[in-house]
């Protein structure tokens, strides 16, 4: 009963905004950057911390050269989807990305599996920010750390709220913190390295590690590489939202691109540089991160929290990126057939409300599993992303290769690149995770691809079904007056039956009021009442000895429909009370919404609800 | 929309069931023992561990001696409880337990206090068993730790799916695993002793404890004991459920409360027993049950695995303890008006569904908060469970001095001291666990009880606004043909369309169609196709520029609404799709279901809905 809690819903959400409100709602590249961008920048958070993972068991000291050669790969991959999106914006500017671009090089099936691979990497987009950003805080304030679960999931829930709101308020909400973020860790930069050069670096890490066990492999590169690609993730995030900027929306979006390589470049490179100048490595319960910010800093420092807060806050913008691009993604999808049509739905304040919903369950579920373990998370992430990634720089090849326009040599070899380099990384990505977890991302795409399928099937049985041809249309006959029987269920004599029964007789036709006993004696007060009334509509009694009276009757309808001529109708009116607060609707009309969609169900009978206001 | 479910409701619940079907839903003394003493026999797979946890850390291994002393104690209060509760049998053959009791001798803010704190102890209950139980599991699988509150969640649910089903088959798919845990146990207990005694302790622990820091305190004796106190929650699910057992229920109601006894005595005698001859202590990842079969049996040994299979079965069962109790106090309170009336319908199984929800909502937000971790969950628990039989067995003193039947005085001796005995308790909990989370317990009924005191009132409210005095009956007017004014919303002309305008036309009236377009091309093609059906009934168009389809109506039905005279009605008449599958109502009608609503909401505007059956 989405109306129902229309009252909670303005408290939370703000009221409805009008048609006209819809232009306002877009971004500036002031604040386009900041939102859309924050998963790819807030990616040094996590990123660095998942390459050392891999290499300190094995390399230990050892590991901070070959991160560096990793770390130089994976931006060099930025910079090659930047390249390759930019030409997709120009030939894209309603958005949708991967999906759109397969859909139109290719066909269905490889729209769908991008699409499925771009669902599911932003749902988990909002779980690995969410739990990143929840360890930055446990880092900081490590009573909290039984409560990270939950810590989590109140951070998808605040962005659920924020997003229901609407875009443009979400811009001065969510904008603020990336650039908090970026001052914040280039202030760390330039502190931490002057402070390395000048008077070396100020602790003596006195860490003793195992003499490495083996050498550097390119297994264990390949391996660390995968890990560190969940940077990249979010890249796409510009491409799918351009109609959600100003206009001119391409140039606006194409620029925002550029300045995010750019950023990146200093932030990512910047830590994991810092990290080698103080040698840090992961632990548990305290983020790579959040050891540099105590380095440098000292453990507790002001300027150490305002590297957690500001870590956290960028990293609930990277869970925001994809409550941005999901739900346009999947209202795209869902005016096409393959997803329900309630996710092409804008609501009360001109967002899609459904895909934000959905984006929330999928990622709390996922949260719970995985207990808000990043590490855990990962594994499943970059797979789909970089499927998609790969079909979508096929499709520009082909675009290119077809069409022919200005240009189109080199533009052709740009994406070609992209999609042989992605295509490569998805197998290696796809490999080296896979018993890690790849294979439930794999599993689920193909679920979801398969889901979309049957889901577009439906839908045109449906409008098969529906439609009416032409000689049809010609043959229709419109009754002017069938024969109406109608049946008024009561359960007592109270001023919202009376307004339901008054309807009733308005509507003509054999009526009758139907009750269900199970108390004799009230059963006996309830018809001398009735005869009050002075009616001549007949009452209808019959008796159960338990309270299932819904069974009955819809036990009673059921006979009564059955003894029915063709082109009568049967018609059952209920009243329902509407009332003033939102969770008073908690408290009524189960019985008639129950009977409502049981009776629709189940015959070919007209339901009417008659509203009773109480006051 | 709980009728769209049917089809996957009927493959998971099992068929509906007929009227006649209820007599037969109850139990004998043989399965309903098990299914509603399991919460108090299990116990001891936490109550010993519990009491070890507070001894251990300050007496190591003198720890064991204090612990046969509270392990003494809280038996001899659950014999004085058995006792109290089996005259309670006698008076309150309905079931209710402390609630009833406190209603029918207290008034309603007693009942009410003693109401919210079952009904937060029964949510807690199946909190700490599934809990429990996946501790039990992650001890004999130590690769799920990793996993332990999704196989919490795991649990839960599937108790939730059982006991929707409905309570006979309950009782054949839950009443083994009781008798099965005992066997184990015993056999446990036999061997156990017998080794100690022949071959003495097999294992030379080792374990290095510092040296006593302080002695027994009664203050560490109190907090043991407040802890091992977990062990007695359960004992009044029997009374309160003894309309569940079959005739003569009070009788075979307080038959298995003696049978209750026994058992606990001899099986949390006998486990303590055990950890103190093999001088078990307190780990994480490993519970103090799962330490004792490793050391009688052997770590890898069949024995060990069945225990644990046993341990964790019988904690399901103790959930489900809960699930045969709230759903049927919460029903009472319903009728009583102080729970939204759903809580008192029962559902297609004869069993009360919405209260089984709630039980799992409530208890899997707690499992997500508390990360599925027993020892923060068992100090909100028995507090609220003391304050329960506190009030009942207050209120029994009171039923005997006023009533003054035979033997009232002897009676009334037993339920005084319980009263004063669990009142002690009570304060002795309160007090020892405060900080520790029995304040959350406390102020959880504090809310609660004001929530149900709001509910009352608003039902009471609408009840009076409602109500019709034999003087307005004797004035009521039923108007025989009023002036009538129809709406049918059209999306695009097809058969479902074509179905309401029928059902429409039938009415008699004023009719129009009316269109919101959003597209100018198909709003023309449109036109066209309606003037081919050759109605003389109005087509009105309103244009909006983006999808805000339903905002635009709403308008249009206000407009036409605020125009009309009074005693004139308008209807809006919209169609329902029906299919076939239960999924596919994921897929349709969100529109009409919206517009329903939002319709009923805001005028005095009746809704008709008319079913289109899709093949």
């Given at each position: 009963m989405p109306g129902t809690l229309k009252a909670l819903k303005s408290t939370l959400l703000g009221k409805a905004l009008g048609d006209s409100a819809q232009e306002s709602e877009r971004y500036s590249i002031k604040w386009g950057l900041p939102i859309l961008s924050s998963d790819a920048i807030s990616s040094v958070a996590y990123a660095c911390e998942e390459i050392l993972l891999v290499f300190v068991p094995v390399l230990g000291l050892l590991s901070f050269t070959p991160m560096f050669g990793v770390v130089g790969v994976i931006i060099a991959l930025l910079?090659?989807?930047?390249?390759?999106?930019?030409?997709?914006?120009?030939?894209?500017?309603?958005?949708?990305?991967?999906?759109?671009?397969?859909?139109?090089?290719?066909?269905?099936?490889?729209?769908?599996?991008?699409?499925?691979?771009?669902?599911?990497?932003?749902?988990?987009?909002?779980?690995?920010?969410?739990?990143?950003?929840?360890?930055?805080?446990?880092?900081?304030?490590?009573?909290?750390?039984?409560?990270?679960?939950?810590?989590?999931?109140?951070?998808?829930?605040?962005?659920?709220?924020?997003?229901?709101?609407?875009?443009?308020?979400?811009?001065?909400?969510?904008?603020?913190?990336?650039?908090?973020?970026?001052?914040?860790?280039?202030?760390?930069?330039?502190?931490?390295?002057?402070?390395?050069?000048?008077t070396g670096t100020p602790v003596d890490i006195e860490v003793t590690f195992a003499q490495p066990a083996k050498d550097l492999t390119l297994f264990l590169f390949l391996r660390a590489f995968s890990s560190g690609c969940s940077a990249l993730t979010g890249v796409e995030a510009i491409s799918n939202s351009v109609p959600n900027f100003k206009e001119p929306a391409q140039k606006n979006a194409k620029k925002t691109m550029v300045l995010l390589g750019v950023i990146v470049f200093f932030i990512f490179g910047g830590v994991c540089l810092l990290a080698a100048l103080y040698q840090v490595t992961p632990l548990s319960n305290i983020t790579v991160v959040a050891q540099i910010a105590q380095a440098v800093f000292g453990s507790g420092s002001a300027m150490f929290y305002v590297v957690q807060i500001a870590t956290a806050l960028i990293l609930l913008l990277a869970a925001n990126t994809a409550y941005n691009g999901l739900p346009q993604l999947?209202?795209?999808?869902?005016?096409?057939?393959?997803?329900?049509?309630?996710?092409?739905?804008?609501?009360?304040?001109?967002?899609?409300?459904?895909?934000?919903?959905?984006?929330?369950?999928?990622?709390?579920?996922?949260?719970?599993?995985?207990?808000?373990?990043?590490?855990?998370?990962?594994?499943?992430?970059?797979v789909g992303v970089f499927i998609s990634f790969t079909v979508a720089q096929a499709g520009m090849f082909k675009h290119w290769v077809t069409e022919k326009s200005a240009n189109w040599r080199q533009k052709a070899v740009i994406n070609g690149s992209g999609a042989i380099i992605t295509g490569i990384v998805c197998v290696v990505i796809g490999g080296m995770k896979f018993t890690q977890g790849a294979w439930m991302a794999l599993v689920a795409i193909a679920l979801l691809t398969f889901l979309m399928m049957s889901i577009k099937r439906h839908y045109d049985g449906v409008s098969a079904d529906l439609a009416l041809s032409s000689s049809e249309v010609r043959r229709l006959v419109f009754r002017q007056a069938p024969q109406n029987h109608v049946i008024v269920p009561m359960q007592t004599i109270n001023r919202s039956f009376v307004k339901a029964l008054n309807y009733a007789i308005g509507l003509g036709g054999t009526i009758e009021v139907y009750h269900v006993g199970t108390n004799a004696a009230v059963t006996e007060k309830l018809k001398e009442n009735y005869k009050e009334l002075h009616l001549d509509v007949p009452l209808v009694i019959d008796e159960t000895s338990y309270r299932n009276i819904n069974e009955v009757l819809l036990k009673h309808v059921d006979a009564y429909a059955n003894g029915l001529k063709e082109h009568e109708t049967l018609t059952v009116v209920m009243p329902q009370l509407m009332v003033r607060k939102w969770w008073h609707y908690t408290l009524h009309n189960q019985t008639s919404i129950f009977l409502e969609t049981a009776l629709l169900g189940r015959k070919d009978i007209a339901v009417v609800m008659i509203p009773y206001l109480v006051d």
């Open positions: 910079f090659i989807l930047i390249l390759c999106y930019r030409q997709t914006i120009d030939i894209y500017p309603e958005g949708g990305g991967a999906y759109s671009v397969a859909r139109d090089n290719f066909g269905p099936i490889s729209s769908l599996i991008s699409g499925s691979a771009l669902i599911f990497g932003y749902v988990l987009t909002v779980a690995v920010s969410a739990a990143s950003g929840a360890a930055a805080i446990v880092s900081a304030f490590p009573d909290l750390a039984s409560f990270k679960v939950a810590v989590t999931i109140v951070f998808i829930v605040l962005l659920m709220l924020g997003n229901l709101r609407g875009i443009r308020e979400a811009s001065i909400i969510f904008g603020l913190p990336t650039y908090f973020f970026i001052v914040a860790i280039l202030v760390m930069i330039v502190t931490g390295v002057g402070k390395a050069l000048f999947m209202s795209l999808m869902a005016a096409h057939h393959y997803l329900p049509h309630r996710f092409a739905d804008k609501g009360t304040r001109l967002v899609f409300s459904n895909g934000i919903i959905f984006a929330t369950v999928a990622s709390v579920l996922l949260i719970i599993f995985f207990e808000a373990d990043t590490h855990r998370l990962i594994p499943l992430y970059a």
